[in-house]
């Protein structure tokens, strides 16, 4: 039994997860959440009070659960607690922390220290400290100006009440992310202005007969060197030291904090060594008896700090160029046909039901069909196909599609974020900043790997001062700070998401849309492909071939027939409808309606009880199926045609045939994912003869016919309990379980709402060549990923040693800290350049 349930309280994907995995873990349930409508839907074995999930999701946090039309469902009283809490200490207001559900334009951490966490205002994370990053803002609202009078300013498009002119839209306003990386722009020049000269002067020995100190001493040189620091550690690079402190205080440690502790000594130590010389042993000091002074050690380790972190603002910008390409798409405007006049409109103010003309050249404005017209349409940016596509009277077209050299009028069905274009960017900004189950292990590591530097760089300090040669004490500090400065946890932590940012965004422009990271990374252990005939395999727009009469007339028993069908949705019971009203009959009113899962439909149309389905439906209603009657059918269905039994009165009068072609790529596909290995069945609620003929046209090893939704699901649980990785391809309401249960679930783009629900990974264009696609990307990313934490291991179990001085006994060889911070600063910039070259990936 399925029952549809309120559930209150959830306000992020993170709460919509932990509820549905909780129910689920009822024995007995299986229940799909939707976040939006905050609706579930719960197919359960036996019937369980409300009351009983009442009291598990109590004991998640404050939500509560009712049937639709109920108050809420009392529950015992449990100590309640926020799926949102968190224990970081920090200087962001909790009260303004959103969750990826909601409207764009918010920010986040690249690394998502905080899970979906997200803020209103631009600011550093205060788990890792680095910048967070804007997300992209899917409807920004337009405002429009005049050219020649910019003081004028609407939100709607018009006329310049001065001069006349049409208002023109303005140019967006710049973005956060570009306000980030202008101020760290203008930071950085004044950093490199004072730094330059504090490095020319601590160099100045290694200049031939010294030109500098012919004109002051070194002493004074060393004051001249405090003074050019003090911009560059209070002004430009003092947000590193803030977010150190910051670190340290709610104990959240990570790169700064190993940059402030380095960069911070050395400095502090030159400050010493600059006031109170007498203080230090003669190791610190030079031939004169002034202070070896390291100004130029930390004011050259923090510009490199900021430049790597200009660099990362920079490659930030294009990890999500993907969804800003997406967002280029929407049209700002519309062309408004009412009472046969055409207004120019704000794309805001569509409402559902408005006509719209859309001209030759003109983007698509909403979702909607064509009421008036043809022509031509460019989907390539919405399904990856470059192919145009031919148009006309009620076919559907989609925001963002491109119209070709003919003008038509449309009916918009879809406006604002029901859109499928705002679907797919939200899509695409959810999953982008989901966590991949691979990140767990950088996440592990991170969490002990200040504490072990800290702790590296501490006895460096004293082995050097211990075993080292002589200045010990001077070896022991440069190499010690060397240490705190080369460590980048930021690498690791930044190995997965930028990957899977980059990654999701290429599957977008290919028309294949990933819900999720979890599902790119399972999608690249996948073996066996479960996948149903109608509308995955075949085009799913069956058209009727024939209606055969045994006792009846033809034209009576299609409208018999036809009448029952027109309250169904389903694919075949429309290509019915359509051929009953192709041959202008007219169809009469229902009674007892029902649509029987995987069978068929019944209902009584002018007193007669008419049943059209399957075997199986035939045997539910008692109907007589005649032995030729059977025969005939079954000689159709070895052609490879559906064939509905059709019943009235409790007897079988005859059939009707459906043709539903394999679609283009169904074969290619195929062959391309068994050649990697993978198996693929079918099943389908289809009967035996016209599934074998399909399978035997493919070139399938594995097929199941007469399938119920039941029936899938439990296979595919089958197959998960022999250890085989599952992805669901389907299209249809009846394999949302299936979808819902198979480790990947992978719903057809022209299928149902309640499909593409339930499923991770979502095809714009419907058809089996975009697994293909799905796999590729999904390999693709993965090992982008494992490149990136070998880089990120590989440079950190490198680096730190060679910072703490292991190959000097050997070779001599030490590591100043100047280029210990240039390596640290180029190591989280080379992971996302790793992570951008899956942007000219060919799937």
Not at 36 to 57: G, S
Not at 71 to 79: I, L, N, R, W, Y
Not at 172 to 180: A, L, Q
Not at 461 to 470: L, Q, T
Request: hydrophobic fraction near 45%; proline fraction near 4%.
């Amino acid at each position: 039994m399925k029952h549809t349930y309120i559930i209150d309280g959830m306000s992020c994907d993170g709460c919509r997860k932990k509820v549905e995995k909780a129910l689920n873990e009822i024995e007995g349930v299986q229940a799909n959440i939707s976040l939006e409508k905050k609706e579930a839907v719960i197919t359960m074995d036996n019937h369980i009070e409300t009351t009983a999930f009442a009291t598990v999701l109590a004991g998640l946090g404050n939500y509560t659960i009712r049937m639709e039309g109920d108050k809420e469902a009392s529950v015992p009283e449990v100590k309640k607690k926020s799926c949102c809490a968190s224990s970081a200490s920090h200087n962001h207001d909790h009260s303004k922390i959103q969750s990826q559900a909601v409207e764009a334009g918010k920010f986040y951490c690249p690394m998502h220290c905080e899970g979906d966490k997200v803020y209103d205002e631009a600011g550093d994370c205060p788990v890792c400290g680095m910048d967070l990053v804007q997300q992209p803002i899917v409807n920004r609202k337009v405002e429009y100006t005049c050219p020649m009078h910019p003081e004028i300013i609407q939100d709607h498009p018009g006329d310049c009440p001065i001069c006349g002119m049409d208002l023109v839209p303005m140019e967006p306003k710049e973005s956060d992310d570009n306000k980030t990386y202008n101020e760290l722009w203008r930071k950085m020049k004044i950093a490199l202005f004072f730094t330059l000269p504090i490095f020319i002067i601590a160099m100045s020995d290694m200049i031939p007969n010294n030109p500098l100190m012919k004109v002051m001493s070194m002493e004074s040189w060393n004051w001249v060197q405090f003074a050019l620091s003090l911009p560059v550690v209070f002004y430009a690079c003092s947000m590193f030291f803030v977010r150190a402190y910051k670190s340290v205080l709610t104990w959240n440690l990570n790169m700064f904090t190993l940059i402030g502790i380095g960069s911070g000594v050395a400095f502090l130590f030159s400050v010493f060594g600059l006031f109170f010389p007498a203080l230090f042993p003669a190791e610190f000091k030079t031939e004169t008896g002034s202070v070896h002074l390291y100004f130029e050690a930390a004011t050259v380790i923090l510009t490199l700090v900021l430049l790597g972190q200009l660099l990362e603002a920079k490659a930030h910008s294009k990890t999500s160029g993907a969804i800003k390409e997406l967002l280029k798409l929407a049209p700002t405007q519309a062309t408004l046909v009412m009472d046969g006049v055409d207004k120019i409109i704000s794309i805001h103010d569509i409402k559902k039901g408005d006509l719209l003309r859309v001209k030759p050249g003109d983007k698509i404005p909403v979702d909607g069909k064509i009421t008036q017209g043809e022509s031509t349409i460019d989907e390539s940016m919405i399904s990856g196909e470059p192919i145009p596509v031919d148009k006309v009277v009620d076919d559907e077209v989609v925001s963002g599609t491109i119209n070709g050299t003919k003008s038509f009028v449309m009916v918009a069905e879809k406006v604002g974020s029901d859109t499928l274009l705002a679907q797919i960017v939200q899509m695409v900004t959810d999953a982008s900043r989901s966590r991949a189950p691979i990140q767990k292990l950088a996440d592990s590591i991170a969490k002990y790997f200040v504490p072990i530097v800290v702790s590296v760089s501490i006895i460096t300090f004293f082995v050097w001062a211990i075993y080292g040669p002589e200045p010990a004490l001077v070896y022991g500090f440069i190499n010690a700070i060397a240490v705190l400065i080369i460590a980048c946890p930021c690498a690791l932590g930044l190995a997965t998401p930028m990957s899977v940012m980059v990654g999701v965004g290429k599957g977008a422009q290919s028309g294949v849309l990933i819900k999720n990271a979890e599902a790119l990374e399972v999608m690249n252990k996948v073996n066996v492909l479960i996948t149903d005939k109608t509308g995955t395999i075949t085009e799913g727009k069956p058209s009727v071939e024939k209606v055969v009469a045994v006792y009846n007339n033809e034209q009576d028993l299609l409208q018999l027939i036809a009448s029952v069908n027109q309250y169904s949705e389903h694919p075949l019971a429309q290509a019915v409808v359509n051929f009953a009203k192709a041959k202008n009959i007219v169809l009469n009113e229902v009674n007892d309606f029902d649509s029987i899962t995987g069978k068929g439909v019944v209902g009584t149309v002018a007193g007669k009880k008419v049943a059209l389905g399957n075997k199986k439906l035939m045997d539910q209603v008692n109907a007589q199926v005649d032995v030729k009657l059977e025969n005939q059918i079954i000689a159709e269905q070895k052609l490879g045609k559906t064939v509905s039994y059709i019943a009235v009165d409790g007897l079988a009068v005859g059939y009707v045939t459906i043709k539903d072609a394999i679609k283009a790529t169904s074969a290619n596909a195929i062959k391309e994912l068994m050649a990697q290995g993978i198996e693929v069945i079918m099943l389908t609620g289809d009967n035996e003869n016209t599934a074998k003929a399909v399978a035997d046209e493919l070139h399938l090893t594995s097929f199941i016919a007469g399938c119920l939704p039941q029936d899938k699901l439990n296979e595919i649980k089958r197959l998960q309990t022999e250890g085989k990785i599952i992805a669901m391809a389907g299209d249809g309401i009846n394999d949302s379980p299936a979808l819902a249960q198979a480790n990947v679930g992978i719903a057809m783009g022209t299928g149902t709402d309640a499909a593409i629900e339930s499923a991770k990974i979502t095809l714009v264009k419907g058809d089996l060549q975009g697994i293909v696609k799905a796999k590729k990307l999904s390999h693709a990313v993965m090992k982008n990923i494992n490149q990136n934490l070998f880089f990120a291991f590989f440079y950190n179990v490198i680096g730190i040693p060679i910072a703490a001085g292991v190959l000097y006994p050997f070779f001599g060889i030490l590591l100043s800290p100047m280029i210990a911070a240039l390596a640290m600063s180029f190591s989280s910039v080379s992971v996302i350049a790793n992570a951008l070259r899956l942007r000219n990936l060919k799937i």
